[in-house]
């Protein structure tokens, strides 16, 4: 039983199963192989989120020679960060709150684990994850979904000692979790292609080029977008706080359709302890839950980190996806990775109302209608980029928007708006709010 995949492979193809297994006995081999050659399983965090009952948490495994294997991945060509050594079904301790589980990292090395009753108050925590030695687990009888007390003694690997009751581990791993409290009644989604990040490209080729020529610090940001973010945060931030000390009606107002063209302590080996809050919670919790939700891959979301924090975008989480075959296609659909996704925050988040943020270069207006016909409970509103004609064309071959008419069914009490950069959606919006 291992901890539940990122992809999505309910309806296996024998040609394409066997293709991934075939891959995943490769990773293993070759992460057998760069042991001999001092590399160690090592964990990068992407981060989580979650509610005061539950709390998802992402990261990977990977074979590393030091903790801060990335911290030069910004000024090197996007190609380096690709050349990932993944370590398939490798056990790991995740410490969240009061609560440590044992998982194991799916067949690309990816961590998904969600912990109920970590009793983590609303704001932004550290998470921890730590890589478990398989056979110490094997030796002691310790499975999938387990959980350790803090009576539970982990050695560090490297140290000496003896006892049949230690499980060596590796160092932990911090990784930044937004915990939503339960007055927090409003949040956002942004994309980031084309919506946060200029591209100009087509999908598949945008991902080529940021991953085997761009230097991360020199991507383009697309201008205002930061500030509306910011805004828009921060705009839901004070809507739940309005709403929780004052009940009050729904007072969206229906836009117009245009045209669419116009620090916590980790688990140690000498004294395990219940991990406490972060010195800075309070204030990173100014503004409402964010997620960055993309069809790029998590191999990015380090360097990606980097770029939005130094062009002050707001922080949030990042729900990314893999590329490469599964069991049901040679490639992963960003579209089903979108529309997973978003049903996924609206079970996690059930009284959670998102500001959808995207672009009209690909399927977002799609993807966001259709989100919003089924839920229209979990929709404060939505905004859309407006490409250029020629940011349509090097998107997708054609100077029109794909989608024209895909807002239109949007239920007439969510507000729609449009706009060239962050400036002229932070117009509307305010005109609106």
């Known amino acids: ?10 309806t296996p193809s024998f040609l394409l199963a066997l293709t991934s297994s075939v891959g995943e006995a490769s990773s293993r081999i070759l992460a057998r192989a ?17 509610s005061t009952r539950r709390a998802r948490i992402l990261g990977r495994v990977i074979m590393e020679r030091t903790a801060d294997q990335r911290s030069w991945l910004a000024e090197r060509r996007g190609w380096r960060q690709f050349f990932d050594a993944q370590v398939p079904r490798q056990p790991v301790l995740v410490t969240v709150g009061r609560q440590r589980r044992i998982t194991f990292a799916d067949r690309g090395g990816y961590i998904d684990l969600t912990v109920e009753g970590h009793g983590l108050t609303p704001g932004w925590h550290d998470a921890w994850i730590q890589v478990l030695h398989e056979g110490d687990l094997h030796t002691l009888g310790i499975g999938e979904g387990e959980s350790l007390t803090t009576q539970d003694a982990l050695r560090l690997s490297g140290q ?3 006892g049949s009751q230690r499980i060596r581990a590796g160092k932990p791993v911090c990784v930044s979790l937004r915990i939503a409290g339960d007055n927090e009644k409003f949040g956002v989604v942004s994309d980031i292609d084309d919506t946060v990040m200029v591209t100009m490209l087509p999908r598949l080729l945008t991902a080529a080029r940021h991953s085997f020529v761009d230097r991360v610090s020199s991507r383009e940001a697309v201008p205002g ?5 910011t805004c828009l945060a921060d705009m839901a931030h004070r809507q739940a706080s309005a709403e929780s000390t004052v009940p009050q009606a729904s007072t969206h107002t229906q836009a117009t359709h245009p045209q669419t063209k116009g620090k916590q302590t980790p688990v140690t080996s000498a004294d395990p302890q219940t991990p406490q809050t972060s010195a800075d919670s309070q204030h990173e919790a100014l503004h409402a839950p964010l997620i960055y939700l993309s069809t790029g891959a998590w191999n990015v979301v380090p360097a990606l980190r980097d770029f939005l924090g130094r062009l002050n ?5 990042f729900l990314m996806t893999d590329f490469g075959p599964s069991n049901t296609g040679w490639f992963r659909s960003g579209f089903e990775h979108k529309r997973r996704e978003l049903r996924r925050l609206a079970r996690m988040f059930p009284s959670m109302k998102w500001y959808l943020v995207g672009d009209d270069g690909q399927r977002d207006p799609e993807i966001y209608a259709e989100f919003a016909r089924e839920h229209p409970e979990n929709v404060a509103g939505i905004a859309i980029r407006s490409l250029s004609e020629i940011e349509q064309f090097m998107s997708h071959g054609t100077f029109e928007c794909l989608y024209p008419d895909a807002l239109r069914t949007v239920p007439s009490s969510i507000p729609v708006w449009f706009g060239s950069d962050g400036d002229a959606l932070g117009e509307h919006f305010r ?3």
Not at 39 to 50: N, R, T
Not at 313 to 317: D, I, K, Q, T, V
């Open 160 to 162: 000496t000692g003896h």
């Open 431 to 433: 005109s609106v709010f």
């Open 313 to 317: 975008y707001p922080r949030g989480g």
């Open 34 to 50: 760069l042991e001999e050659w001092g590399f160690i399983p090592g964990i990068v965090g992407f981060g989580g989120h979650g």
């Open 1 to 10: 039983m291992f901890a539940e995949p990122l992809i999505d492979d309910e």
């Open 225 to 229: 977008m930061a500030g509306f973010l």
